[in-house]
């Protein structure tokens, strides 16, 4: 056996309305710090995080928006083999609650897994320091999330960097869980064919009629 342990890399894409504190819970986790600046200065598409979960290391790859979710038009790069799907809301916004369900379809349309009834989503209910302004109760995000094969939900603050490390260790925990599953079915990490020709054109376009 090797000496060298297989490093997972897990990609987790947050999903939900703008404002709802997507990149501060982002921030926070990776950078420790309660402000958008870090992201916006690096013009990232992603930050990675590494976690050790039992006797394993693994990378967090965490895809953030840069801001189009207000378009819900996040381009296929941004779903594309997404390990786990945070769904975020603000606990103060009722709107950002009831577009759960968007979110939530619009990933399986987008990233369309193999899988869809037991895709990895967490639910994360931010903003709970502002508790004097909270419309969504902890008892309606969980029967929602009942609702949608049991969901884990996290009640978090990045303001206050509240449950925020306990949240994102369980989505790791969850979707190493379930890549290991998946690794007795290799058709998930078999790339896409690629037929080499001896004559390939270079064309400059991918010869796609779609
Ligand atoms: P988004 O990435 O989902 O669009 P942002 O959300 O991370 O940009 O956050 C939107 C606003 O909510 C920001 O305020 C941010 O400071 C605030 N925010 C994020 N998380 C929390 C939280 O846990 N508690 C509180 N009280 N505020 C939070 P501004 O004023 O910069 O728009
Ligand atoms: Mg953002």
Redesign the pocket.
């Known amino acids: 056996m090797s000496s060298v342990r297989r490093k997972a890399l897990l990609k987790v894409i947050i999903l939900?309305d703008?404002?709802?504190?997507?990149?501060?819970?982002m921030n926070v986790y990776v950078n420790k710090k309660f402000s958008?600046q870090y992201k916006a200065t690096i013009g990232a598409d992603f930050l990675t995080k590494e976690v050790h979960i039992d006797d394993r290391t693994v990378t967090l790859q965490i895809w953030?928006t840069a801001g189009q979710e207000r378009f819900q038009s996040l381009g296929v790069a941004f779903y594309r083999g997404a390990d786990c799907c945070v769904l975020?809301f603000d606990v103060t916004n009722p709107i950002s609650f009831k577009s759960l369900d968007s979110w939530r379809d619009e990933f399986l349309i987008q990233a369309s897994p193999r899988d869809p009834e037991h895709f990895p989503f967490v639910l994360l209910g931010?903003?709970v320091?502002?508790e004097q302004n909270r419309a969504v109760s902890a008892k309606r995000a969980q029967s929602w999330c009942q609702t949608k094969n049991n969901i884990p939900y996290y009640e978090v603050?990045?303001?206050?960097a509240l449950n925020v490390e306990a949240a994102f260790q369980a989505i790791a925990r969850d979707a190493l869980a379930r890549e290991s599953q998946d690794t007795s079915d290799f058709s998930d990490f078999a790339p896409p064919s690629v037929r080499l020709t001896s004559n390939a054109q270079s064309s400059g376009s991918s010869g796609c009629s779609c």
């Open positions: 939900g703008s404002g709802v504190g997507k990149t501060s819970l958008n953030d975020a931010n903003k320091d502002l603050s990045a303001k206050e």
